[in-house]
């Protein structure tokens, strides 16, 4: 079963780390990216990361947080120096290529991150 599972949300001071954690299983992951949608707003791209390793991120994280694949099958996101801003759920994005093509697009269930002030 093709599926991502996200995990390391919750509550978090501000000032504070939060480690998010990807699993993929049923598929190796090449590109993967990390989105989140705060209340009322749409979802937006926090962080993304392809096969060669190449990393983009929203300005508001820059320098903030950090994306990385820990193995095939895991994805990362560090968060550091969080802010009230960042609150959100976090959800994990990434497609399965077969040969070079796109067959199938996912996302995980979403893993919430509250910050305090």
């Known amino acids: 079963q093709v599926q991502l599972v996200e995990s390391g949300g919750g509550l978090v001071q501000a000032g504070g780390s939060l480690r998010l954690s990807c699993l993929a299983s049923?598929?190796?992951?090449?590109?993967m990216a990390w989105y989140r949608q705060a209340p009322g707003k749409q979802r937006e791209l926090v962080a993304k990361i392809s096969s060669g390793g190449w990393r983009n991120y929203a300005d508001s994280v820059k320098g903030r947080f950090t994306i990385s694949r820990d193995n095939a099958n895991t994805g990362v996101l560090q968060m550091n120096r969080i802010q009230p801003e960042d609150t959100g759920v976090y959800y994990c994005?990434?497609?399965?290529?077969?040969?070079?093509?796109?067959?199938?697009?996912?996302w995980g269930q979403g893993t919430q991150v509250t910050v305090s002030s």
């Open positions: 994005n990434a497609p399965k290529i077969v040969g070079g093509l796109v067959v199938g697009d996912y």
């Open positions: 049923g598929f190796v992951m090449n590109t």
